[in-house]
């Protein structure tokens, strides 16, 4: 079984595959090249939201759509008549491109999870939750109990990486999941401003509330003050006269 190690310099011995135009590779090879480019329209997809989330690149999955990329040349090298190889070979190559192109997959879900929860937590950082309940009620309804159950969901989808047998039904899930919280943080990004402004506003009637109530106390201790000094100034005049 070809590893995942640089196979580049090997020279293999025996005769180079002839060309079929109307089935240039195996149905078995075709099959993995079709769930391999299935698994890579998911990736795509997630590589460019994980861009646009996190204004960064992320290597883990970069590294192994590179040499995914990398065994399919060499599968096409045989086939082509480029380099020597056999049947084997070339379905070996082509099942190695798909579990890198699935790994990358788990490695774009995982990292695209981790980062949007730190985005929801952040953009509503600072926001009371009378002002959430008040402008975003389906926060609490809706969003907040679908990032619980996908955490909670986490390690059953990660049981779902076993390369040995992939479920790309399950890893099908995962990415809806995503997608779907995708769509709550763009919610949360439209709500933001908003949500903002009401807490400002909401804490600066706090604060004059508060301002009342102190200023009311810091009347109350005044006249309590005042009366015991005009109250101490009468017991002392009565006393002085009837001594």
């Known amino acids: 079984m070809v590893d995942d190690e640089d196979l ?3 020279k293999l011995e ?7 135009p ?3 590779f195996s149905a078995r090879v075709q099959a993995s090249l079709k769930r391999t480019a ?21 290597l883990p999955p970069i590294n192994e759509l590179r040499d995914a990329f990398d065994h ?13 190889g056999d049947g084997k ?15 990358a997959l788990f490695d774009y879900l995982d990292y695209i999870r981790i980062y949007q929860k730190d985005y929801i937590y952040k953009k509503l950082d600072g926001i009371s939750h009378p002002t959430i309940v008040s402008l975003f009620p389906e926060y609490y309804r809706e969003i907040l109990p679908e990032i619980e159950s996908c955490l909670e969901d986490i390690p059953r989808y990660r049981g779902s990486k076993d390369i040995g047998n992939p479920d790309l039904e399950m890893a099908g899930q995962y990415h809806a999941k995503v997608m779907k919280l995708k769509d709550y943080c763009a919610q949360i990004q ?10 400002n506003k909401r804490q600066l009637e706090e604060e004059e509330r508060e301002k009342k109530k102190s200023d009311l106390r810091r009347g109350e201790h005044w006249k309590y003050l005042l009366f015991t000094i005009i109250g101490s100034v009468i017991g002392g ?4 006269v009837f001594t």
């Open 237 to 240: 005049i009565i006393i002085a």
């Open 190 to 199: 439209k709500k933001a401003p908003a949500l903002i402004e009401a807490e």
């Open 38 to 58: 299935e698994c890579y329209g998911i990736v795509k997809d997630l590589a460019l939201y994980a861009e646009e989330l996190k204004d960064e690149s992320f």
């Open 8 to 10: 580049l310099s090997q």
């Open 14 to 20: 025996g005769p180079t595959i002839a060309l079929d």
């Open 72 to 84: 399919l040349m060499r599968a096409y090298a045989v086939q082509f008549g480029l380099r020597s």
């Open 89 to 103: 070979y070339i379905a070996e190559n082509v099942d190695a491109a798909f579990r890198h192109v699935y790994r």
């Open 22 to 24: 109307s089935n240039p």
